[in-house]
């Protein structure tokens, strides 16, 4: 007694063998171009992503160094800004020493007494001295 639903087999002719052979290599070569196409999509994919993900990185990269050549400038522009500073009040204060130094003797003559040391003299190594200061 045989099972049901089992068939028994026909021995097939060689032309149905080679029919049945070559659509089998058909389905195989249609599955391996399916297959090659889900992968190029899939690299496609996978590289466009990785291109997005550069550029953001790059973009950060780049951000952050601005913040630190900003900071860097900042600095340096700050001591700068001391340094013109301090230069400024020196000339300042020589000039302040020179009106001074100026104004007492012609103070002192017009009051009529005699001023011991030659004027122009003094007021010629004052501004001497000033002028190391210049800006």
């Not at 973009?59 to 400024?88: C, G, M, P």
Request: aromatic share 6%; with cysteine.
């Amino acid at each position: 007694m045989s099972k049901k639903g089992k068939k028994a087999k026909i021995p097939l002719s060689d032309e149905e063998q080679l029919l049945l052979f070559q659509q089998k290599l058909l389905a195989e070569e249609e599955m391996a171009k399916k297959k090659e196409r889900l992968l190029n999509q899939f690299l496609k994919d996978k590289l466009a992503k990785e291109e997005h993900n550069s550029a953001m990185n790059l973009n950060k990269i780049n951000t952050q160094w601005r913040t630190v050549l900003r900071e860097v400038k900042t600095r340096e522009l700050h001591k700068d800004i001391e340094i013109l500073s301090q230069t400024f009040e020196r000339v300042v204060d020589c000039k302040d020493s020179v009106i001074k130094a100026s104004s007492l003797p012609k103070h002192l003559n017009m009051a009529g007494l005699i001023f011991p040391f030659n004027r122009m003299g003094l007021l010629l190594t004052d501004l001497k001295a000033c002028t190391r200061y210049r800006l």
